[in-house]
DNA sequence: CGTGTGATTGAAATGCTTCAATTATCGTGG
DNA sequence: CCACGATAATTGAAGCATTTCAATCACACG
């Protein structure tokens, strides 16, 4: 294990960028970009990026406000997307998985931060060359054209999430975003296998651990879920779970 | 004044789009186009417009679901993206002004729907002439690059807005984005013209039309501001309403 | 086998939602 | 120009969900 903070460098080839869809909404730039580019500019890319590595726990990949100098992929590993307020506040903006992009900047800044959730192999394209790139590949912009198309329908999800009033519901769509996706959905024993804290999951959906807590205890009261451990769930109703993820009464 | 929701059609030149930012989160595709294009790319983009004219009132431009044919553009008027739940409820997206851009699709399908909140003249952007134009030309497709990774992050800006706890914070922050915008604040007599009701406003910051109007109420007797009209705000207190738009306790 | 972090649960206070009634505003036609 | 009607806004009150502070519990790691 690492035990150290800094990420650790190499310029090897990295390898090719070949994971599906982001899981959950993900604010910030981040889609899976293996199934977008030819294998020819997965190349072009690679050839100007860099791997890094870094620990789990919350290692710190930038800040906000940090001059921004670089675009991410995540290679292996989960990622998390947060702002901060003044009053010391955290809105995580989403959790990014291998094949997720993200470091979008404004005016030369990162304008959110980035941490790890466990263990991560990034792969660095630095601004300066990505945009050389771009400016001579007219395919490889059509193709990031429309991935940003992409995480803007991601962020409107989300939005209409938050825009839901109570937790049960935001919580049930939080749950079925993950179920969706193998890494952490075992459909034979319908065990999910959750990543993050309840106070992640809090901040993400807006509200605070304590009520997720409750709202986990409620879905279990209601035989939606049983937890096996705080962080391993098992659906025991996926149809009443996604009733109530879309918003309909349960 | 129309009297018709069907929109009158022409196709003559429309007129260049000059117009400054957007004011309110825009989680839709939106953001002034004059000031990121030449000249030169504007007109190419306008050889390709038709001008379509709408009248006031939740005049219906697109639904959810609608086969996308077109990219738009505002040319004057005020249009309301949404987004429509199962069960009726409504998310308000973004409220777009002049030189916004709406109507990004998913599979040939609009995901949200726009409506008129003025009359409004729109300039529609044939989907596949566009998508023709775009990969000739690299230099369009980097502003559009740029255009799109600036709506995330006012996609992003919403997110922390809707994240924030209490709706005193929320409506705070909503009302600074509009005194940003001279179309409707006058800073000289610190008046603010709010072209969208309660309701809309609700929507859009996650609550009810009742909560918004008991918390202009309590902003009212905190001194922060005067309501003329319903609509016409007069802001007495800007750097209070500005620390509680920032988070800060008031 | 301790120890610290994360998770859960309790209880009081606050804020929000909903239903309902009242009041204000704005566009329309007399 | 004023009156009218429809829509929007405001306010009240009860019920409910969430927040906050606090304490306890469980688990993972060393």
């Known amino acids: 294990m690492n035990d150290t903070v ?79 307020g003044v009053d010391g506040s955290r809105h995580v903006l989403g959790f990014l998985r291998p094949g997720d992009l993200f470091g979008l900047a404004e005016d030369g800044r990162y304008v959110n931060s980035a941490e790890t959730l466990t263990p991560a192999t990034l792969l660095s394209f630095p601004l300066q060359r990505l945009t050389q790139l771009l400016v001579e590949d007219a395919r490889l912009q059509l193709h990031l054209l429309t991935k940003a198309a992409h995480d803007l329908r991601t962020a409107q999800r989300q939005l209409v999430l938050l825009g839901q009033q109570d937790i049960h519901h935001r919580l049930a769509s939080f749950l079925i975003d993950f179920c969706g996706h193998p890494d952490f959905y075992e ?43 705080p962080k391993r769930i098992q659906i025991r109703d996926m149809a009443q779970l996604m009733r109530l993820a879309s918003g309909r009464a349960g």
């Open 187 to 229: 459909p034979a024993g319908h065990m999910l296998t959750l990543p993050m804290t309840r106070l992640d999951i809090g901040d993400y959906l807006g509200t605070s651990a304590e009520t997720v807590a409750r709202n986990f205890g409620r879905l279990e009261q209601e035989g939606v879920l049983t937890r096996i451990t």
């Open 6 to 84: 800094r990420p650790s460098t190499d310029t090897t080839k990295p390898r090719p960028m070949v994971r599906a869809r982001p899981f959950c909404a993900a604010a910030d730039g981040s889609q899976a970009i293996g199934n977008l580019l030819t294998p020819a500019e997965q190349a072009t890319l690679a050839g100007i990026a860099t791997t890094l590595r870094y620990p789990a726990g919350d290692a710190p990949i930038y800040a906000e406000g940090d001059e921004a100098r670089a675009l991410f992929a995540i290679d292996s590993g989960l990622v998390r997307i947060a702002r901060h």
